[in-house]
């Protein structure tokens, strides 16, 4: 084992913890948009937020490569105005994770949403709590468990992201190397023990979720 | 209740709606008039007349087509000025018929759950008298999943009036809790509302919680609000007919009934001298109102 062999596991969990910070406080909006409004077009973007769910995170990766590379619409503006340039950085891992953690995200949050009780919402309102201090102070706290296991499930989603990530971040050694990158990197030179490290880091975190997650779910009458 | 106590008091509610719900064949339209100087308005019909309706118009739940809303004096809603001051910022305290409570918040913090910040962390002397009166103040700390019914609804008032809404409305508040805890909750309603000078709206199909709340009422029947009046006035024909001891006389164009009483739970009422009664059967429709 080299020297790097922790650092994947820290990468991989600095970068879905960003993922799921870049996309909480849209995805959550999202969820409530859909959870409480009826629009034009809302059934678009129920299939929209559904798509990277269902799409090969492969063809996910390459459309985030044409959207942000070089000479893509995204990539184009950001190296015009910072000079930055995403694909092949840690930060492609990040929006790769995010993006295809973010439908899990939506789709866990909105039911909870959903089963606040109008009433609740209604009260905060009369009681001069406007749209934003009543998402936060009752949607919120009263929907905290579908939240949480909606955030505990779009992190793991976003830590064993793969395909997505090697499109659009490739596997640079120290920079980009994920865990899961890093296992099949290590399965393909033949390392079993370096291999066997990352396939018990991430069972044990999925067996975490899939234990933590169902205790999250919403229950009547709990407080 | 008679003339303004003061002509420069505005009334504490005057209100012309028109609403619309629903789609296609599941349209309903609601045209209600309302108007309240001061004291307990009480919307009296069976469930599904549009009181519910009415009050979420009120407090800008729902918007109506036509029409305003004026709250002591102040205009919440004119459609034709298109006025429409959202429900945050109303002054209308709600009381709903279903479970209420912050089930993530203890009573207290319930209870103070609509007022500044600063305000919320310890229960101050004007809080505390008024958990005193609704005789909650043992219960600050407990969590409403804790609570029975009567102690919900009474928390739910307390926030409501905590935040000294302009005015209060009530949707059948007391709808799931039994009878003789009902009619404590009525006595203790009244009282509270008196002392804190709260005008409010209630609604209800139980005829015996309209006569001990109402200084008016108005009668719902499908969709339309009726005239206000007096609740004896208004509820007289709520009540069954007892025949006991009356006198009916055959007359040339009719039946003449005397002495007959009008006898309800909460007491006999009384009719009027040659008063007309009308007498009519219906079972009473138990749907769910929207």
Request: aromatic residues 6%; glycine residues 10%; without cysteine.
């Amino acid at each position: 084992m080299s020297t790097g062999a922790g650092f994947p596991i820290a990468l991989s969990l600095r970068v879905a913890a960003l993922a799921v910070a870049l996309i909480g406080p849209p995805g959550l909006a999202l969820a409530w948009l859909q959870a409480r409004r009826r629009y034009p077009g809302r059934t678009l973007v129920d299939a929209l937020v559904l798509l990277p769910l269902v799409l090969p995170p492969t063809v996910v990766g390459y459309f985030l490569v044409v959207l942000f590379g070089r000479r893509g619409p995204i990539g184009r503006a950001l190296e015009a105005l910072f000079d930055a340039r995403v694909v092949f950085t840690p930060a492609a891992a990040v929006i790769a994770s995010a993006v295809v953690a973010l439908p899990l995200l939506v789709k866990t949050a909105q039911p909870a949403i959903e089963a606040v009780p109008d009433e609740l919402e209604e009260v905060g309102r009369s009681l001069g709590l406007g749209p934003a201090s009543l998402f936060a102070r009752v949607t919120l706290p009263a929907a905290w468990q579908g939240v949480t296991a909606a955030m505990v499930l779009a992190f793991a989603r976003a830590v064993g992201e793969f395909g997505a990530t090697l499109m659009f971040a490739g596997n640079v050694p120290g920079r980009t190397n994920t865990m899961p990158l890093e296992l099949y990197a290590a399965w393909q030179a033949g390392d079993d023990a370096r291999a066997l490290l990352y396939v018990g880091v991430l069972s044990a975190l999925s067996l975490a979720v899939v234990l933590l997650a169902p205790r999250l779910a919403p229950r009547a009458g709990a407080a | 209740m008679s003339a303004r106590p003061d002509a420069a008091t505005p009334p504490a509610l005057e209100a012309r709606v028109h609403v619309r719900v629903g789609r296609g064949a599941e349209v309903f339209a609601l045209d209600a008039e309302l108007t309240l100087e001061r004291g307990v308005l009480v919307l009296f019909g069976p469930s599904g007349a549009g009181k519910s309706l009415t009050l979420r118009a009120l407090a800008g739940l729902v918007r109506p087509e036509r029409g305003f809303v004026r709250v002591a004096g102040e205009t919440l809603f004119d459609a034709e000025r298109g006025a429409d001051v959202p429900t945050h910022r109303r002054g209308i305290g709600w009381v709903p018929q279903r479970d209420s409570l912050f089930p993530f918040r203890s009573t207290a913090e319930n209870v103070a759950f609509g007022l500044p910040r600063a305000r919320r962390r310890v229960l101050d002397a004007e809080l505390r008298t008024l958990l005193d009166e609704l005789g909650i103040a043992g219960l600050a700390e407990a969590r409403p999943a804790s609570l029975s019914g009567g102690e919900r609804q009474r928390v739910a008032l307390a926030r409501a009036l905590a935040a000294r809404p302009r005015l209060l409305l009530l949707d059948e508040p007391f709808a799931s809790i039994d009878r003789p805890g009902r009619a404590e909750l009525w006595r203790l309603l009244r009282a509270t509302l008196d002392r804190h000078a709260a005008p409010a709206v209630f609604v209800t199909h139980d005829a015996d919680e309209a006569l001990a709340l109402a200084d008016r009422v108005v009668r719902y029947e499908r969709g339309r609000s009726g005239k206000d009046g007096a609740p004896r006035e208004i509820l007289a024909d709520a009540y069954p007919l007892s025949l006991d001891g009356a006198v009916v006389e055959a007359g040339g164009a009719g039946l003449a009934l005397r002495g007959a009483r009008l006898a309800g739970p909460a007491g006999a009422l009384p009719i009027a001298e040659r008063g007309r009664v009308r007498v009519a059967l219906r079972t009473p429709p138990e749907r769910p109102e929207r």
